[in-house]
């Protein structure tokens, strides 16, 4: 099993911007499918948006024109660009990686707070 490692949370501002990693060690589950997806303390799981192995990108609605998911294959990480932050952007963010023929990778999720 694999453990994804999300970094780049913090605490910023209504407007702000966050860049997120999602890293697994140098293992080549980052070239598959990775997603981002956030959660709300006691909510649901949301999908945020997705990179797929031939680089093709999918977008929650309310992150479309604000976020921006990328890999950088050299550095086996998919970043997740947050621009014009908003209160309710804030929330835990973790990453999946989905590849054929084995188990789905999570991470433990980093906390990201929108907050004046």
């Known amino acids: 099993q694999v453990q994804l490692v999300e970094s780049g949370g913090g605490l910023v501002q209504p407007g702000g911007s966050l860049t997120l990693s999602c890293t697994a060690n140098?293992?080549?589950?980052?070239?598959?499918?990775v997603t981002w997806w956030r959660q709300v303390s006691g909510g649901e799981r949301e999908w945020v948006a997705t990179i797929t192995s031939t680089g093709r990108t999918n977008y929650v609605d309310s992150a479309k024109g604000r976020f921006t998911i990328s890999r950088d294959i050299a550095k086996m990480t998919v970043f997740l660009e947050m621009n014009s932050l908003k209160l309710e952007d804030t929330a835990v963010y973790s990453c999946?990686?989905?590849?054929?023929?084995?188990?789905?990778?999570w991470g433990q999720g980093t906390q990201v707070t929108v907050s004046s």
């Open positions: 999946n990686s989905v590849g054929p023929g084995r188990p789905t990778y």
């Open positions: 140098g293992s080549s589950a980052m070239l598959d499918a």
